[in-house]
């Protein structure tokens, strides 16, 4: 009985695979034929039997993309990916839209493992990157004749968590440092992200809306609260915590207060960012991986 029930799970599995698979390889319809909208899709299109088998997914697609291969081994296992880390939500999205050159690239651009991280050295000599700008970069491209897509990966840095780790005392406080995708396009802009243990998974935030299509004035709304909370340097307080919740959807003063789950928030806020800009997404790019 156990081996039939093993074999019914399998075989179920297997069917959730073959039907994520052939999603993400299916023409898009006629309104779908822009990469960000296309993009929308087949993010969403891992997601469609739950996130252990996005997991399983996002796993061979790895192992490929380190390869800068597109050709992808089918996923013989699903694979527990915490959803709610906002490097892996990130990769996800970026590894679909990317171009087949820029593979190894946005891989390593969030790993430890691959040495894509920055060092505490790297952040002190080197000016963060403004969102701003290359928002509006991305907005003169999305609305210009040719209307072109763009994504930008977004990696908010905690500084004085850094310092506190000189110390050996990091480990008593909560960052604040965060990662997010923003896609671009002629028909608006769209913000795809997870937030840690206590906030939410990337299929979670799909699930309420969250990588709807803003309008502009919404996406530049979100530019410019982000752009004011990386520009102050201090202790936490309620404008902080407010601009922060607006942006990623998470009340820090809730989680890192006297009665949160998490440890206390690091004591100064000190702000460095690090972009990486994916100009020109197409819908080859976004349709590149082959299964076998």
Same mark, same amino acid.
């Given at each position: 009985?156990? &081996?039939a /029930?093993?074999?019914?799970h399998?075989?179920e599995?297997?069917?959730?695979i +073959? *039907?994520?698979? &052939?999603?993400?390889? =299916?023409?898009?319809?006629?309104d ?5 909208r $296309?993009l929308?899709q ?6 469609r039997h739950?996130p ?10 790895s192992t490929?993309?380190? =390869?800068? =291969? ?8 699903? %694979?527990?990916?915490p959803w ?5 939500a990130?990769?996800?999205? $970026?590894?679909?839209a990317?171009?087949?050159?820029r593979l190894?690239?946005?891989?390593k651009?969030?790993?430890r ?8 050295? !790297?952040?002190? /000599?080197? !000016?963060? $990157?403004?969102?701003q !700008? ?6 003169? =491209?999305?609305?210009? +004749? ?6 930008? %990966? ?5 500084? &004085?968590?850094?310092?506190? $780790?000189?110390?050996r005392?990091?480990?008593?406080? !909560? ?8 896609? #671009?396009?002629? +028909?608006?802009? #769209? ?8 906030g939410?998974?990337l ?10 299509? /803003? *309008?502009?004035?919404?996406?530049? *709304? ?5 752009e ?11 404008? /902080?915590?407010?601009?922060?919740k ?17 440890? @206390? #928030?690091? @004591?100064? %806020?000190h702000?460095? %960012?690090?972009?990486? #800009? ?5 819908? +080859? *790019?976004v ?6």
């Amino acid at each position: 009985m156990e &081996h039939a /029930r093993t074999e019914v799970h399998e075989d179920e599995r297997s069917a959730d695979i +073959e *039907d994520i698979i &052939h999603a993400l390889r =299916l023409s898009v319809p006629q309104d779908l034929q822009n990469p960000l909208r $296309a993009l929308q899709q087949q993010v969403a299109n891992v997601f469609r039997h739950g996130p252990r088998r996005a997991g399983g997914v996002f796993a061979s697609i790895s192992t490929a993309a380190e =390869l800068g =291969l597109t050709t992808v081994q089918t996923p013989e296992y699903d %694979v527990p990916i915490p959803w709610n880390s906002c490097k892996a939500a990130a990769t996800l999205v $970026a590894i679909i839209a990317c171009r087949s050159d820029r593979l190894h690239e946005v891989l390593k651009f969030q790993s430890r493992q691959l040495g894509g991280l920055p060092s505490y050295d !790297t952040i002190c /000599r080197t !000016t963060s $990157a403004s969102l701003q !700008t290359a928002f509006r970069n991305a907005k003169l =491209l999305a609305r210009s +004749e040719e209307g072109i897509s763009s994504l930008i %990966v977004v990696s908010l840095t905690d500084v &004085h968590i850094f310092e506190l $780790a000189k110390q050996r005392r990091s480990q008593d406080y !909560t960052s604040f440092a965060h990662t997010f995708v923003v896609g #671009i396009g002629p +028909e608006g802009v #769209i913000v795809w992200q997870g937030w840690g243990e206590h906030g939410y998974g990337l299929d979670e935030y799909i699930k309420i809306g969250g990588s709807r299509i /803003r *309008d502009w004035q919404e996406a530049g *709304d979100f530019v410019d609260r982000f752009e004011k909370f990386v520009a102050y340097k201090g202790k936490w307080d309620a404008k /902080r915590n407010k601009l922060y919740k607006q942006c990623f959807d998470v009340d820090i003063i809730q989680i890192c207060g006297a009665h949160g789950p998490s440890r @206390p #928030i690091v @004591p100064k %806020v000190h702000s460095w %960012v690090r972009l990486l #800009i994916l100009e020109n997404v197409s819908m +080859e *790019d976004v349709y590149k991986f082959t299964f076998e």
